[in-house]
C-alpha cells in the first residue's frame, strides 16, 4: 500500500514507519487538484512522469506548466499550477522511458527574498533538514524582515540532540549570504492555516 505525498524525501521518517507497519515498501507520488498528470517513484527512487495522464513542462524560472489529458469540461493546456519542477534528461535504471522528475521545488510563491534581489524557495529551505537524522518533524520559516528570517522547528523528542541545532543552522545559513540573518526557535506545534495546512513559508513584512 504506498502513501500519497507530494514533495518526495522530506518525510522520511514516516516513510520508514509505514514501511515497518505494513511490511511492503512506500513510493511517493506527486498530483494537484486542478488535474494535472500524476507523477509517481519507481523502484529506484526516480520520480516518472505518467504520459498517458499528460505532460508537464516548465518555464525558465522552473514553474510547472501542465497539459492534462483527463480534464474534459474545462481543458488545461500549459497551464501554470504554481509549483516549481525540475526536469531531468538521464535515463533512469529501472528501465522506463518516461521522463524524469528530479525534484518537486514547492509553489512559485513560496520563497525568501533575500536583501541581494533573489529567491530561495521552499524546496532548498525543506531541504535543509535533510542532514539531521529525521530528528525534526516540522519546519516554518517566517521572514520578519528582507535581512531577518526565522526558522521553527518541531522535533522528535527521542532522536534530537543539542546539535543537531547547530548544524540545521549551518546548513540554512549556507542558503544565505552574510546580509541574512537567520534564527532558530524550538516549538511544540506549528500552527495551521485555515485550509488545514502548514504555509512552510511565510513573508510577514510589507
Do not use: W
Not at 25 to 38: K, M, R
Not at 97 to 126: A, C, H, W
Amino acid at each position: 500500500m504506498a502513501e500519497a505525498v507530494k514533495t518526495r524525501g522530506r518525510n522520511q521518517s514516516g516513510r520508514l514507519l509505514l514501511e515497518e507497519m505494513f511490511q511492503a515498501p512506500v513510493y511517493d507520488q506527486y498530483a494537484s487538484s486542478e488535474g494535472a498528470p500524476i507523477v509517481t517513484e519507481c523502484e529506484c527512487g526516480k520520480m516518472h512522469l505518467r504520459p498517458e495522464m499528460g505532460i508537464i513542462e516548465t518555464d525558465v524560472f522552473g514553474e510547472a506548466l501542465v497539459t492534462s489529458f483527463t480534464t474534459h469540461g474545462t481543458p488545461l493546456i500549459r497551464y501554470r499550477i504554481g509549483d516549481r519542477m525540475t526536469i531531468s534528461e538521464a535515463m533512469c535504471p529501472c528501465g522506463r522511458q518516461d521522463t524524469i522528475i528530479e525534484s518537486i521545488d514547492g509553489r512559485q510563491m513560496n520563497y525568501v527574498e533575500t536583501p541581494e534581489g533573489y529567491k530561495v524557495f521552499e524546496g532548498d529551505l525543506t531541504a535543509a533538514v535533510g542532514v539531521l537524522p529525521n530528528s525534526i518533524i516540522q519546519i516554518q520559516v517566517l521572514q520578519h524582515k528582507i535581512d531577518e528570517i526565522e526558522m521553527l522547528y518541531v522535533k522528535d523528542e527521542t532522536r534530537f540532540e543539542p546539535e543537531h541545532e547547530v548544524a540545521l543552522q549551518k546548513e540554512v545559513e549556507r542558503l544565505f549570504t552574510s546580509r541574512m540573518k537567520v534564527l532558530l526557535r524550538d516549538v511544540k506545534s506549528i500552527k495551521k492555516e485555515k485550509n488545514g495546512k502548514v504555509r512552510v513559508v511565510k513573508r510577514l513584512y510589507t
